[in-house]
């Protein structure tokens, strides 16, 4: 069997605030409390966990029920009804800045009364859930997801930071993330920063982020503020391998080029001597193959004798030598 759900009431006239208890009981719910004043109810609901709260809409200074209702919600996110006397549009409007989850006019029915708090439990359960998947989504994502304050400090870090860096979540939100930059990239991540604050987007932004061994791995940015807020969210997308394949495909280019450029002097026909094999340059001067190619590329030679030669020059010159 289910547990009754929770709920506290704070409302300054306690007559009325206990004859709501009342028809809250009488429905199947448990209420935990009576509160009277804003300071009052935000205490009860640290305390008592409630799973939603009505509050009169006159409760505290003012006869406004807005700060408390504020309170209530940043606290635990808890769910609120406000109740109004008299139809007080001034105060529903007033109400109407926290997001509550319904609204009940005196005088009310126990339907109406069972009606607004069924929904706002559904609402609040649909919302857990859905805030529940994007924790999960938040945690278990390869690429680094990230809130960065204004003022230059990671807000929230999901765990791919840890495995892509190597730092804990902890070192890198106890340093500003400029620190965290290669030295040669922070310049220009500083510009990217102070127009994603001003309003703009980094699309496909790269710079490189120093790991706990000291190495850098280059990082693939996108980024957009949220200026009410005062902060950045971002998703950084390790691209350190693509980076080295680029690097190595550039060097191999350079590699080619480089040799291509060696051996455009002998792409023609050369003038070669059928005797003494000597090459004919462009003045008209005789040189040796060694010479030749010496001038025209970078290739240097190393003399040795082939087994033709060994065979057709070599050996009978040996032993013509021997037999003087």
């Known amino acids: 069997m289910l547990s009754a759900r929770k709920i506290l009431i704070a409302d300054p006239d306690v007559t009325a605030a206990r004859e709501l208890a009342s028809r809250l009981t009488a429905l199947g719910y448990e209420v935990?409390?009576?509160?009277?004043?804003?300071?009052?109810?935000?205490?009860?609901?640290?305390?008592?966990?409630?799973?939603?709260?009505?509050i009169e809409t006159r409760l505290g200074a003012g006869n406004d029920g807005v700060p408390a209702a504020d309170g209530?919600?940043?606290?635990?996110?808890?769910?609120?009804?406000?109740?109004?006397?008299?139809?007080?549009e001034a105060a529903l409007r007033r109400a109407g800045v926290t997001e509550p989850y319904g609204y009940l006019v005196t005088p009310f029915t126990n339907r109406e009364?069972?009606?607004n708090v069924e929904l706002a439990l559904c609402r609040e359960e649909a919302l857990r859930e859905a805030r529940a998947r994007e924790e999960r989504f938040f945690d278990v994502s390869l690429d680094m997801l990230c809130v960065l304050n204004f003022n230059g400090y990671f807000k929230r870090l999901n765990p791919a930071w840890e495995r892509t860096?190597?730092?804990?979540?902890?070192?890198?939100?106890?340093?500003p993330f400029i620190e965290f930059v290669h030295p040669d990239d922070r310049d220009r991540t500083l510009?990217?920063?102070?127009e994603v604050r001003g309003g703009g987007q980094a699309l496909a932004f790269e710079n490189r982020y120093l790991c706990k061994d000291g190495s850098f791995r280059w990082f693939l940015w996108n980024a957009a503020s949220d200026r009410d807020d005062q902060v950045i969210f971002s998703m950084a997308r390790d691209v350190t391998a693509r980076k080295r394949a680029e690097e190595e495909r550039e060097k191999l280019v350079r590699d080619l080029r480089a040799a291509l450029a060696e051996v455009t002097d002998l792409r023609e026909i050369l003038p070669i001597c059928s005797y003494c094999r000597k090459i004919r340059d462009d003045e008209n001067y005789w040189h040796s193959v060694e010479s030749?190619?010496?001038r025209h590329t970078n290739a240097r030679f190393s003399h040795g004798i082939c087994p033709s030669c060994t065979e057709s020059v070599v050996e009978p010159q040996l032993e013509w030598l021997d037999g003087q």
Not at 82 to 88: G, I, K, L, P
Not at 165 to 175: A, D, K, Q
Not at 191 to 194: D, F, L, S, T, V
């Open 32 to 54: 935990t409390g009576l509160a009277r004043s804003a300071e009052e109810v935000i205490d009860m609901a640290a305390q008592a966990a409630p799973d939603l709260v009505f």
């Open 72 to 88: 209530v919600r940043r606290l635990r996110a808890t769910p609120v009804i406000f109740v109004s006397r008299d139809d007080d």
């Open 113 to 115: 009364l069972r009606v």
């Open 165 to 175: 860096l190597g730092f804990t979540v902890g070192e890198l939100m106890s340093r």
């Open 191 to 194: 510009r990217q920063n102070g």
């Open 292 to 294: 030749y190619l010496s």
